[in-house]
């Protein structure tokens, strides 16, 4: 399974990605503008795999003048279903379809782990202006909440993946070292009932890529043992936002 064929795996599930996926809270556009070192509105945005735009839908709130860029078919669709004013454009980090110098900020939201930074590390630099800014951020469930914890390490033994420690910087430790980075960290938490939050994990590509019946099994385990610990069919998630700022 390539790099390339597991991102596209999201393609036939993106109208459950939309509608389960869990977004970002406002703190942490609070904290992009903050390290970016400029405000968000009037700026020229490029959001790169903005999937069905959950995102993208936050800077276009703040005014920022935002593009999306996506390479998937089905994620386009859904994004132009979700975002009809926004414009869309084809095409993915490791070659950005935008003019040199033509860029504010360029933003990856949960996607710059699908590019090669070889290849995405000049692109960004080619498209931003001088002084312009790299924000990355990915959403992560807060393994010090117990039941996190306890469904992370169901989750880990059903995929066959090693047992780690606590680490709260891990989404840190691979940025690329030919970049100065600023990194925050924003907790937060949704209330969800106990079908989105399965469905969100079922959206993830771990998921998508493997035999329908095995995922059925494991998803029918965990809801006999969520419905014990949430009895009236509210899942408290909660996250840990990691953000990283560069100003190439």
């Known amino acids: 399974m390539t790099t390339t064929s597991r991102a596209r795996s999201f393609d036939g599930a ?27 509105a009037g700026a020229r945005v ?10 993208t839908a936050l800077l276009d709130a703040r005014g920022a003048r935002v593009t999306a860029v996506e390479p998937g078919d089905g994620m386009a ?14 095409g993915d980090g490791n070659h ?10 360029l933003t990856y939201a949960q996607a710059w782990h699908w590019t090669d930074p070889e290849l995405s590390v000049p692109e960004a630099r080619r498209v931003l202006r001088p002084g312009g800014a790299l924000a990355l951020w990915w959403n992560d469930s807060d393994p010090r909440v117990p ?11 059903f995929f066959g993946a090693v047992e780690t420690s606590l680490d ?8 690329p070292p030919a970049l100065a980075w600023t990194t925050r960290q924003v907790s937060w938490s949704r209330r ?3 079908d989105v939050h399965l469905a969100n994990l079922g959206s993830y590509s771990d998921f998508l890529v493997m035999d329908r019946e095995v995922a059925r099994g494991f998803f029918a385990g ?27």
């Not at 490029?46 to 995102?55: K, M, N, S, Y």
């Not at 039941?147 to 033994?157: F, K, N, S």
């Open 46 to 55: 490029a959001d790169i795999g903005a999937g069905t735009g959950l995102g």
């Open 222 to 248: 965990e809801r006999e043992r969520l419905a014990g610990t949430f009895p009236d069919g509210a899942v408290e998630e909660t996250y840990v936002v990691s953000l990283a700022v560069a100003r190439p």
């Open 77 to 90: 669709a859904q994004f132009r279903r979700t975002l009809p004013g926004v414009p869309l454009v084809r």
């Open 96 to 105: 950005l379809p935008l003019g040199s110098g033509s860029l504010d900020l």
């Open 14 to 40: 993106a109208a459950d990605y939309a509608a389960n996926r869990p977004s970002y809270p406002p703190a942490l556009l609070d904290a992009v503008e903050e390290l970016a070192g400029f405000g968000l």
């Open 147 to 157: 039941w996190i914890a306890d469904q992370d390490a169901r989750l880990r033994r």
């Open 192 to 194: 969800v009932p106990l």
């Open 168 to 175: 709260f910087r891990a989404r840190f430790r691979h940025l």
